[in-house]
C-alpha cells in the first residue's frame, strides 16, 4: 500500500525557517517524480515544488522561489521542504504528493501537515 | 491567482446529475495539457477523481465522469449522493502545475 506520511508542521515566526519531511513507503520511491503541494487555511490547491526521481531536475511556484529548497533522499525513502523567510502568507496545510510519470498527475498524497507563521 | 477558474460552488439534490466546469486558456488545457480530478472529502487531502480528461482510478465509481474539449474541461456527477458532498478541483500544466479555483458540491 502507498504511504506517504509528512511531518514537521508547527508554529513559527515571520522570518523563521522550518524543515518539513516526507516519508514514503509501499512504491519504489527513487522511481518516481514528487511534489509539494499547499492549501492555506479555507482557500484552494497550490503547487508548490517539484523534484524529478533522481533529483537533478526542480522546480519552484514564484511565490517560494529563493526562499523554500526541496530535495530527497532515496535511500530513505524521503522528501524534504527546507522553508527559510517564512511569512504569514506562508500558513498552509503542506501536502505531499507522488507525480504520475510524465503524465503531470497526483496519483497519491499524504495527509497534510501545519504550518503556521505567526507572531 | 489561480489560471484554471471553477464554479465556487455547484448543489443538486440525490440522485440527480451535476456538473462542473474548468475553463483554462490556450497556454494550458487549450495547448493539450491533460485535465485532471481531485476530490476533497472535508478535512482529509485531495484523492485523485479522474486523469487524464476522463479516465478513472481503480475503485472510483462510474459516476463520476471527466470530459475536455478546446479550453474547458467538465466533471460530471450522476446519481448524486450525500458521501459526494466534498471541494472538487481540477488541475493541468501551463509551465507548472496549476489547479483550478475549486468548487463546492452540496447534496440537497
Known amino acids: 500500500e502507498v504511504q506517504l506520511v509528512e511531518s514537521g508542521g508547527g508554529l513559527v515566526q515571520p522570518g523563521g525557517s522550518l524543515r518539513l519531511s516526507c516519508a514514503a513507503s509501499g512504491f519504489t520511491f527513487s522511481s518516481y517524480e514528487m511534489n509539494w503541494v499547499r492549501q492555506a487555511p479555507g482557500k484552494g490547491l497550490e503547487w508548490v515544488s517539484y523534484i524529478s526521481s533522481s533529483g537533478s531536475t526542480i522546480y519552484y511556484a514564484d511565490s517560494v522561489k529563493g526562499r523554500f529548497t526541496i530535495s530527497r533522499d532515496n535511500a530513505k525513502n524521503s522528501l524534504y521542504l527546507q522553508m527559510n523567510s517564512l511569512r504569514a502568507e506562508d500558513t498552509a496545510v503542506y501536502y505531499c504528493a507522488r507525480e504520475r510519470g510524465g503524465l503531470n498527475y497526483f496519483d497519491y498524497w499524504g495527509q497534510g501537515t501545519l504550518v503556521t507563521v505567526s507572531s | 491567482q489561480s489560471v484554471l477558474t471553477q464554479p465556487p460552488s455547484v448543489s443538486g439534490a440525490p440522485g440527480q446529475r451535476v456538473t462542473i466546469s474548468c475553463t483554462g486558456s490556450?497556454?494550458?488545457?487549450?495547448?493539450?495539457?491533460?485535465v485532471h480530478w481531485y476530490q476533497q472529502l472535508p478535512g482529509t487531502a485531495p484523492k485523485l477523481l479522474i486523469y487524464?480528461?476522463?479516465n478513472r482510478p481503480s475503485g472510483v465509481p462510474d459516476r463520476f465522469s471527466g470530459s475536455k474539449s478546446g479550453t474547458s474541461a467538465s466533471l460530471a456527477i450522476t446519481g448524486l449522493q450525500a458521501e459526494d458532498e466534498a471541494d472538487y478541483y481540477c488541475?493541468?500544466?501551463?509551465?507548472?502545475?496549476?489547479f483550478g479555483t475549486g468548487t463546492k458540491v452540496t447534496v440537497l
Open positions: 488541475q493541468s500544466y501551463d509551465s507548472s502545475h496549476v
Open positions: 490556450s497556454s494550458n488545457i487549450g495547448a493539450g495539457y491533460d
Open positions: 487524464g480528461n476522463s
